[in-house]
């Protein structure tokens, strides 16, 4: 036993917890939770908890159904929303196998692999998610029409906002699990929130959203509303997007800056965002999963739907924001298009991947987008080589099929089950007869 | 005194003393020196390690010591006559130090030092010119500096105490030091208590010459002071006090102080407070940093606070082997040891590379880990200590511990005498025969010291690797030896816990094996003695050591006796290696081994591994047939020499002599041989039954992957039986001897046995198992004409008749080529009723329930997509491109791409997962000793299957993911190219 191990279990002891939930996520992103007592923590830090694989979503072929849950001590919290009195803790699990090696269906696997070949080429990454949510007055029901909880728009202060007080719960309760708050304010539709986490290596982000989801959800539960992290909930009003910032560490020092060039880029930074644009259409089918996903994107505003990198451009897919003077540590490249419904695992995975690639084979960053990408014509986009991303779930299923850097990032196994898992949910949606087809056709027809 | 007239020594003196330098005649001049008293200063000069540097060294001292006053010059020359020590000390550090030579020159009053009467000078700590200013404690640094190493040099002292010298006088300089820092700082001073932490070389007290002195820094707040206060003040203290140590003025520099062992690396603050450091070491430190630890000391500053220090993290230390995963890291550890890449400094450099110092304090670090918790005894800092300690708890063979540590001072030496020079920290040897030879000279190696210190070096890197190699697993033989009772032995407890932590998962078992293949006084168990250690590190290292072991207890009880065995393991460092990888790797190798003992020779044989070429195995399979008249002893004989083939091919196989395509192209050869001669015993037989010649001549055609010479270990061999009546013979008579051959032949290779059996499958004949087992040529020739199917046609695309003979098998050839190779290739209806088999294949073929993607052979991407593929491509094309007229998939292929009908990135991707999934199919064969079509679902078969090829065994998954994306890329290639 370790100290971070012994660790866990005296604040288990001091903070009288009877119950421990284990965490891991499925390969589409939804958090899978075992609970187990104190005394069983012994064991699950030295072998791990066994559990029938099979019977997760993407985990395991059948014949190898058994699996271990090892807690990793480090992500040890109490979760703060159970109340008083006997406290709840949780723990992120690593999958492994029974002879002890990880298992390749295991999301954080993936990362960590990806994040260990960054480290190879000297690399740290640090994604900083943005994340928008719609908070909603009811429960959903089949067929009710979703309703906000308020009126308001971006940064708007509502005196008795109910938002505001939710943002404050929410606030504390991250905070109270560690996970540090950068900034938050009412967004541009009604009952949109945003909440922005400060940056941290890429495995603590990824598992950070996975806790923010939970917490966002518990807490409108507490106050009797409804949090949807959903792409697209409203045909009228825009998305809820999880705009990503990246940027790779050398040590101490931002590799994305350089002073004296433009916007402060070093040659690693085009060339990771020019990995980024080029292989942006690969992993769309990732980082924006689900059909309603592409609702947004193609919905026009402020959605990234158009392959180009801007500099102060809220239609490009890849921004570089403004450059604050003597803050060469914040050089950064904003990621668009991913969305809050995503696998965060996966989906920094693969932008991960995408950069590096750049790194390594030295790709030049095309000419920066000037416009809004959104107000010119075909003809003038196609003049300036700007490709448009899949417009929906089948399109960036056919490009992530032929594309080895999803494969190899993903490793083979996920690669497949994620391919079979999105062409049912594709097949399932075409056969819908929408609401619209009944509206607009059923009286002329 | 006046100088009297003095007269040069002849040159030929001065060449044989071992003077070079020109100048040597001026500087013997400037000592002024009667003619006795030379002789006396080149007597000593003769035995410096350069006699040159001696001799300039003095006249340079002379000269200097002149400028301070001619008095002081005069006492001087008296000194060196008078005081043989004082000279030996003075051409001893000349002949070995330009950098301390430069000092005395700078410094010529410290000479007296060196003089036999002179008191020591006070320690540093005390010394008053150390304490005004930096500079002062340089000069003072390199005043005791030159006292170490005038012993050191002189013969006075063992390596181990100037390296304790060294570090005592590090201590006090950090000392002096911080109390500068202090002096320059005394607001800071007052706001803190502060400590310094010696760790690394210093911290053990067997610090070099030269080196990075590691350290790191603990304060506590003075009362009064704020938290944050005290930690600005110690950071300033710390900065202050290594800025003293490292800088570099006119009077030199002392060494760099590093302190980056600190908590968090050199990201954490420079200085913690006490709390702060047990806070961290108890919640956040790896592996690494508790390894560190063992050598923290306090070394100067608060003496309270340092002790404090040492006792909570002393407490911490020895937990640090309860942490989970201790033992995985332990097991890299000694790879990262074993694995050290020889670079372009091999044989020059002395600490890393195999054999140097860092394989030692390895070495001595895991041993004092793995067994340091329940034995405070090991408790020791210094490399040679604990060395000690381990010897004398019996953790380390005695002989072994003595001539390891032997070997630890040699390099040591070596690496001071090297630093000496010019107070440089190198620990490459210059390629500069200069240096080698004032290297081998200071060493003793007086009339060649080059070639003397270079075998000596090389001698010791030898032992110390042999050594090595034992250290860890001798003494846990002795634990199960009959040891004479009060002799020193590794506890069983102890024993075990070193096999758990080598990686044996049953430690009580394996201790039995050991007992059962050492006790004993044969000269079987006396050899295995021997082997043991080295094995059992070998097993170590494969996916399944407790496995690996009981293998080779298996072997060595089967062939224990036959003198080949033991002789070979003996004799061949070679070829112990190389049965331990095949027992790591492969059931079916050591199952064949064990069935042919002489197959040990084979070991240690690369040449010996080579498959033997056809002409040569059909000779001998021919000769072995006809030494016996008695039919059942002839097939044992050739069944006996397969045998040994495939014992050949699956050891060549396990230990990559054999490549690629090379393994399919041996086996396929082999079974060929086989064939020929069951055919020929078969005739006999059924000749010897009827008591008449033969009334047919027979051939037997190869088929499938026979035809294709892409055998596997796992494959039966697919044929079909063809036979030309002789005229004159009745028709019913020709076909039951016939059918009587071919019954015959499949019976005697197919018949349990010693040799293990062979399956002619004669499935893919004319009406496949309903047809008869034998037809006349012309019987083919109106099949085929009249019924065949488009699947026969394909099936004799690798259709090869090389066995028996000659003319029927050139006659079937003229009667099949039409057929499958068809001039104009193929109409779209057959087009589309292969592909409509190959759909229904696949529905109906695949095993229910299974993972399609695990199946080699009909899952997609696996060895029918990709055969499919080319056969259709020959069907289709073969009759108008020759190239394409070959039984060989790979060949087709390539073929293809020549002709055009294929992308060479297609035809990559398709070859690339077509020989992989032989690969693994083979790979299964050899880790389960069953075939199997399907990559393993057992976890130890997966690591064994990683293992044979290459991978970590710790990465059982790769099999699968490697698997499954060059699958993938084929089937992507079979729905363009197949289906399209």
């Known amino acids: 036993m370790g100290k971070q191990e012994d660790f866990v279990l005296r604040a288990i002891e001091e903070r009288d917890v009877r119950f421990v939930r284990l965490w891991f996520t499925d390969v589409q992103g939804f958090l899978k939770s075992v609970a187990v007592a104190p005394a069983e923590l012994d064991n699950a830090f030295d072998e791990g908890i066994g559990f029938d694989g099979s019977a997760i979503e993407g985990f395991a072929r059948v014949y190898e159904a058994d699996m271990l849950a090892k807690p990793d001590p480090t992500t040890f919290q109490i979760l703060p929303w159970r109340g008083e009195g006997p406290a709840t803790a949780r723990m992120f699990c690593d999958i492994l196998l029974p002879d002890g090696g990880a298992s390749y269906a295991d999301p954080r696997h993936v990362l960590k692999r990806m994040m260990s070949k960054a480290a190879d080429l000297g690399f740290t990454f640090y994604p900083h998610p943005e994340i928008e949510f719609f908070l909603l007055k009811e429960q959903p029901a089949a067929g009710a029409v979703p309703v906000p909880v308020d009126n308001s728009g971006y940064f708007d202060h509502t005196a008795q906002g109910l938002g505001h007080d939710f943002r404050r719960e929410v606030i504390t309760m991250l905070e109270s699990m560690g996970i540090s708050v950068e900034f938050s304010h009412h967004e541009a539709a009604p009952g949109q929130q945003e909440i922005d986490l400060r940056y941290a290596d890429a495995l603590s982000t990824a598992d950070n959203i996975m806790t923010f989801r939970v917490v966002v959800r518990e807490v409108a539960l507490g106050q009797g509303i409804y949090a949807s992290f959903m792409p697209k909930p409203f045909t009228q009003f825009a998305g809820s997007g999880m705009h990503t910032h990246l940027s790779l560490f050398e040590g101490d020092r931002n590799a994305f800056y350089e002073a004296g060039t433009e916007y402060q880029l070093s040659e690693i930074g085009r060339s990771f965002i020019a990995g980024l644009l080029r292989h942006s259409a690969e992993v769309t089918a990732v980082t924006n999963q689900w059909v309603n996903s592409y609702k947004r994107i193609i919905g026009g505003g402020e959605a990234p739907a158009f392959v180009c990198w801007g500099h102060n451009n809220r239609s490009a897919l890849v921004r570089v924001p403004r450059y604050k003077p003597d803050k060469g540590q914040s050089t950064r490249a904003e990621v668009r298009s991913i969305d809050a419904a995503c696998n965060p695992y996966l989906s920094y995975a693969l932008l991960l991947a995408a950069g590096l690639k750049g790194i390594e084979e030295g790709y030049e960053l095309p000419a920066e987008a000037e416009d809004d990408v959104w107000s010119l014509t075909d003809g003038e986009r196609h003049a300036l080589g700007i490709e448009a991303l899949p417009q929906n779930l089948d399109q960036a299923i056919k490009v992530m099929e032929s594309s080895e850097l999803v494969a190899e990032t993903l490793g083979e196994h996920v690669f497949e089950f994620f391919l079979r898992n999105k062409r049912a949910e594709w097949q399932a949606y075409r056969r819908q007869v929408s609401q619209f087809e009944l509206d607009s056709m059923l009286p002329l027809l | ?980």
């Not at chain 2, 006699?51 to 002379?62: I, K, Q, S, T």
């Not at chain 2, 410290?110 to 200013?133: I, V, Y």
């Not at chain 2, 012993?151 to 304790?164: C, R």
């Not at chain 2, 224990?560 to 790797?585: C, F, I, K, M, P």
Request: with cysteine; charged share 25%; proline share 5%.
């Open chain 2, 1 to 980: 005194m006046s100088p009297s007239p003095r007269r040069s020594p002849s040159p030929g003196r001065l060449a044989r003393i071992g003077l070079q330098d020109p100048a040597a005649d001026r500087h013997l001049a400037t000592l002024e020196l009667d003619e006795s008293a030379r002789d006396l200063v080149l007597d000593q000069i003769a035995v410096a390690a350069d006699p040159d540097a001696a001799l300039a060294g003095l006249a340079c001292l002379v000269a200097a010591v002149a400028t301070v006053g001619h008095g002081q010059a005069a006492s001087l020359r008296t000194a060196l006559v008078d005081d043989p020590q004082l000279l030996h000390r003075l051409t001893a550090v000349f002949g070995s130090s330009r950098a301390l030579a430069d000092h005395l020159r700078t410094h010529p009053e410290h000479w007296q030092d060196l003089r036999s009467a002179t008191p020591a000078p006070p320690l540093l700590a005390d010394d008053e010119g150390a304490a005004a200013d930096p500079d002062g404690l340089r000069v003072a640094y390199r005043r005791r500096l030159l006292l170490i190493a005038a012993a050191d040099l002189t013969g006075v002292t063992s390596v181990d105490h100037v390296a304790a010298s060294l570090s005592d006088l590090a201590d006090a300089t950090l000392e002096v030091a911080l109390r500068q820092a202090q002096a320059q700082l005394p607001e800071q001073a007052a706001r803190c208590r502060f400590a310094v932490i010696a760790m690394g070389k210093c911290g053990a007290c067997e610090l070099n010459y030269v080196s990075d002195v590691d350290v790191v820094f603990v304060h506590e707040p003075s009362e009064g002071a704020s938290e944050d206060e005290a930690v600005r003040a110690a950071t300033r203290l710390a900065a202050a006090m290594m800025r003293i140590c490292s800088d570099h003025t006119a009077e030199g520099t002392i060494w760099p102080v590093d302190a980056g062992l600190r908590p968090e690396g050199r990201s954490g603050p420079l200085s913690r407070t006490l709390a702060g450091h047990v806070g961290y070491y108890d919640r956040w430190a790896s592996s690494w940093e508790f390894q560190a630890l063992l050598k923290a000391r306090p070394a100067a500053g608060d003496p309270d606070l340092g002790r404090r220090y040492a006792e909570a993290v002393d407490a911490m230390v020895w937990r640090a082997g309860e942490r989970p995963g201790f033992v995985a890291e332990v097991q890299a550890m000694r790879r990262k040891v074993v694995e050290q890449i020889p670079s372009e400094q091999m044989g020059r450099a002395l600490k890393l590379g195999p054999g140097g110092l860092r394989d030692i304090e390895f070495a001595v670090q895991l041993l004092q880990l793995v067994h340091g918790r329940g034995d405070e005894r090991l408790r020791e800092q210094s490399t040679l200590r604990a060395l000690g300690a381990l010897t004398a708890g019996g953790y380390v063979g005695r002989e072994d511990g003595a001539a390891l540590a032997e070997a630890y001072r040699f390099l040591r030496t070596m690496e001071h005498r090297l630093q000496l020079w010019q107070l440089r920290r190198i620990q490459v040897v210059p390629d500069d025969d200069e240096v080698w030879r004032r290297l081998g000279r200071a060493l003793g190696h007086r009339t060649k010291p080059v070639i003397g210190l270079r075998s000596q070096w090389q001698e010791c890197l030898r032992e110390v690797r042999r050594l090595h190699e034992k250290l860890f697993y001798r003494p846990l033989l002795e634990a199960v030896a009959a040891l004479p009772a009060g002799e020193l032995r590794l506890s069983p407890e102890a024993a075990r816990l070193r096999l758990t932590a080598l990686g044996y998962d049953d430690p009580r078992g394996a201790l039995a094996h050991l007992e059962a293949l050492t006790s004993g006084l044969s000269r079987r168990a006396a050899i295995q003695r021997q082997l043991l250690p080295a094995m059992l590190g070998w097993f170590a290292d494969g996916p399944d050591p407790d496995a690996a072991l009981l293998a080779f207890r298996r072997v060595s009880e089967r062939l224990g006796t036959t003198h080949w065995y033991l002789q070979r393991l003996r004799d061949e460092g070679e070829a112990a290696e190389q049965l331990a990888r095949v027992l790591n790797s492969s059931r079916l190798a050591t199952d064949l081994l064990m069935g042919t003992p002489d197959a040990v020779a084979l070991l240690g044989d690369r040449e010996g591994l080579r498959p033997r070429t056809t002409q040569v195995l059909a000779r001998e399979m021919d000769a072995a047939a006809k030494r016996h008249v008695d039919p059942v002893a002839a097939i044992e004989a050739v069944r006996t020499m397969r045998h040994r083939e495939l014992c050949r091919i699956a050891i060549g196989d396990v230990l990559d002599v054999l490549d690629g395509d090379a393994v399919g192209e041996a086996l396929t050869q082999v079974t060929l041989a086989t064939i020929t001669g069951a055919l020929a015993v078969a005739t006999a037989a059924v000749q010897a039954e009827q008591r008449r010649p033969l009334p047919v001549r027979m051939a037997v055609v190869s088929m499938g992957r026979l035809g294709g010479h892409e055998l596997g270990l796992a494959s039966d061999a697919d044929v079909m039986f063809v036979y030309v009546p002789i005229v004159g013979t009745g028709e019913r008579a020709a076909g039951a001897a016939a059918h009587a051959v071919a019954q015959e032949m499949r019976r005697m290779l197919a018949r349990p046995g010693a040799a293990p059996p062979l399956e002619l499958d004669a499935g893919l004949r004319p009406e496949g198992r309903q047809g008869p087992l034998v037809r006349t040529l012309a019987s083919y020739a109106a099949y085929y004409a009249r019924w065949s199917q488009p699947w026969e046609a394909q099936a004799l695309l690798r259709a090869e008749a090389v066995v028996g003979d000659p003319e029927v098998c050139a006659r079937f050839t003229a009667l099949i080529d039409p057929l499958r190779w068809p001039r104009d290739g193929l109409d779209e209806h057959t087009i589309t009723e292969v592909r409509r088999i190959k759909a229904r294949v696949e529905a109906e073929r695949l095993p229910r329930g299974a993972d399609p993607a695990g199946q080699l052979k009909l899952g997609p991407g696996g060895l029918t997509d990709v055969e499919w593929t080319a056969q259709l491509l020959q069907m289709r094309h073969a009759g108008r491109i020759p190239g394409l007229q070959t039984t060989r998939t790979v060949a087709a292929l390539e073929a293809a791409v020549a002709a055009q009908l294929l992308d060479r990135d297609d035809a990559d991707d398709l070859i690339t997962a077509w020989r992989l999934a032989q690969r693994l199919r083979d790979a299964v064969m050899q880790v389960r000793g069953r075939p199997s079509d399907a990559l393993p679902t057992d976890l130890r078969d997966r690591a064994g299957v990683a293992y044979l090829l290459g991978w970590s065994v710790l990465d059982s998954e790769r099999v699968s993911d490697e698997w499954r994306r060059a699958a993938r890329r084929a089937r992507a290639v079979v729905d363009r190219v197949f289906w399209a």
